[in-house]
């Protein structure tokens, strides 16, 4: 059964490097992790995408080991506007039939 | 150029009521994307929609049904409406909707059954 599970709060400080970790025991291999952020009220929105090794854009990186199992995102040097919650989103293709599987989220919350 | 755009933003229905949502993707962007998000929790797949073929759907009933029009524009409908329906409604866009797509959330509809 596809599955992704991530942490459900996480508490930083400015300045500091966060790090979320996501678990996606049973990712195709030809599935993408994504990440994206949601403040309330407001739709989600795309941070990052990979499919293994690393990737880094302006505002974040994203760590795939070489099993892809799990992700970690990290959020260099947080600030207060960071904070949001922050969702996990693994793509499953069974066949014909694409699932776009969420996870529950991480509250991250940004403290002065 | 516009963004996602979804209407209503909100609307109150009855129990056993029906209800259509609509969404109008970015423009050149041909797969639409919907989900159920109900408050607190993360967006439930509901469906995927690529060149006006549904591509993906997750567990949901029969209740619920979508289309997607040779504009790519998409409309989600919702039969027999029950308490639980209750949520916000997303709706997103991306190009192809394959593997490696950005997709862009709309604003969404919040839907309030009573």
């Known amino acids: 059964l596809a599955k992704t599970t991530q942490p459900i709060s996480m508490d930083s400080y400015e300045g500091q490097e966060v790090n979320i970790t996501c678990s996606h025991n049973?990712?195709?291999?030809?599935?993408?992790i994504t990440w994206y952020q949601q403040f309330p009220s407001q739709g989600p929105r795309f941070i990052i995408q990979g499919y293994k090794t690393k990737v880094t854009n302006e505002v974040a990186s994203l760590f795939i080991p070489a099993d892809r199992k799990s992700s970690t995102l990290s959020l260099p040097r947080v600030s207060l506007s960071d904070t949001a919650v922050y969702y996990c989103?693994?793509?499953?293709?069974?066949?014909?039939?694409?699932?776009?599987?969420w996870g529950l989220g991480t509250s991250l919350a940004v403290n002065p | 150029d516009a963004g996602v755009t979804q209407s209503p933003t909100h609307l109150i229905k009855t129990r056993g009521q029906h209800v259509t949502l609509r969404c109008s993707p970015i423009s050149g962007h041909k797969s639409v994307s919907w989900y159920q998000q109900v408050l607190g929790q993360g967006p439930q797949f509901i469906f995927q929609y690529y060149e006006k073929e549904e591509r993906g759907r997750g567990n949901f009933p029969d209740r619920f049904s979508a289309r997607q029009f040779p504009n790519y524009s998409s409309e989600l409908n919702v039969n027999a409406l029950l308490l639980g329906d209750s949520a916000l409604y997303l709706c997103a866009s991306s190009s192809t909707g394959g593997g490696g797509t950005e997709a862009f959330f709309g604003q969404g509809t919040r839907l309030t059954v009573v």
């Open positions: 049973n990712i195709a291999t030809n599935d993408y």
């Open positions: 989103l693994v793509v499953y293709n069974a066949g014909n039939n694409r699932k776009l599987i």
